[in-house]
């Protein structure tokens, strides 16, 4: 029931859904969400979002309003009054205040007919044909259906104002999904080893066992030009048994996968996942070494 009272909502996105979006995007103040018992509950989650995603909200409690609250209130501000009947009584006084400050309202109801859509300058029409309560009384499919509207509302928002990945990470930065958008190469990358074309692969060794596997091999401007791993020398190791003469140049992988410094680091994180290695050089826009980024430190960092 609830799956298809969502489902009915698309068709009602229409003048009335835009006319809600352009008078978020105009207001020239914050917008208030209202709404009571479960209403209530469906506002403080539809304002959150709003406000995770560029559009400032905050959520005003009907009764609380009355008495004090409304202090909050600037003319500028858009107010979303939410109300599956559209007549409850701790809205209506602050729908009157509302009117008299000039705050627009948008109305987020089950009944078209109501005071609140009859009052508000701009309706969504939330209705539900049955609770999914089998007694058809505890909101249930009405509140799924208005929190799927302040979803839509949202998200119109935040297309409209080209709100993007670094800006929501800007947002959430002490959450995981902030690091993973805000975090670069170059702040996980470390020095990079790195040996000329004729170095010798007993040399190579050395910084192979010191540097975690992975060796850089550059010319002398310091361009890259491939790189050797524990496992080119495993397999060298295997069909060569005097191997330590022979040159970095004989063994490295010609044509290495690289991260760049302003990389995301979770798409390096990617690029190792694809190709099944655990370290990056790292190259400038004219393919200088910059340094190195290993999967563990990507890792520890909370780039996944």
Not at 26 to 52: D, N
Not at 53 to 75: K, M, N, R
Not at 76 to 89: C, H, N, R
Not at 130 to 153: I, R, V, W
Request: hydrophobic share 45%; glycine share 10%.
């Amino acid at each position: 029931m609830e799956a298809q009272a969502v489902a009915a909502l698309e068709g009602r996105i229409g003048d009335e859904f835009a006319g809600a979006v352009e008078a978020i995007l105009t207001a020239t103040g914050r917008v208030l969400v209202a709404g009571i018992g479960k209403s209530g509950i469906i506002g403080r989650k539809i304002a959150a979002t709003l406000t995770s995603t560029g559009t400032p909200a905050t959520f005003l409690h009907p009764v609380e309003a009355l008495h004090g609250d409304l202090g909050i209130v600037g003319s500028g501000d858009v107010a979303i009054l939410l109300s599956k009947s559209g007549e409850s009584e701790e809205l209506r006084g602050l729908l009157e205040f509302l009117t008299r400050m000039d705050v627009r309202v948008i109305a987020m109801t089950g009944r078209m007919s109501s005071a609140l859509a009859r009052h508000a300058d701009h309706v969504l029409d939330c209705s539900v044909a049955e609770e999914a309560c089998p007694h058809d009384l505890a909101p249930t499919s009405s509140t799924t259906a208005t929190l799927a509207m302040g979803d839509a509302l949202a998200v119109a928002l935040l297309l409209r104002r080209g709100f993007g990945r670094e800006d929501f990470a800007r947002f959430h930065p002490g959450g995981a999904l902030g690091r993973r958008l805000l975090l670069r190469v170059r702040d996980v990358m470390t020095d990079a080893p790195a040996v000329r074309p004729d170095t010798t692969m007993r040399e190579a060794l050395v910084l192979l066992a010191e540097r975690r596997g992975t060796v850089a091999v550059v010319d002398e401007n310091g361009r890259l030009l491939g790189v050797v791993t524990s496992g080119d020398l495993t397999r060298l190791m295997e069909r060569e048994e005097q191997f330590f003469r022979i040159s970095v140049s004989e063994v490295m992988t010609n044509t290495p996968r690289t991260a760049e410094p302003d990389q995301l680091a979770a798409a390096a994180v990617g690029v190792m996942e694809r190709n099944g290695v655990m370290a990056l050089p790292v190259v400038d826009g004219e393919g200088l070494l910059v340094g190195m980024v290993h999967l563990h430190d990507l890792m520890r960092a909370g780039a996944v």
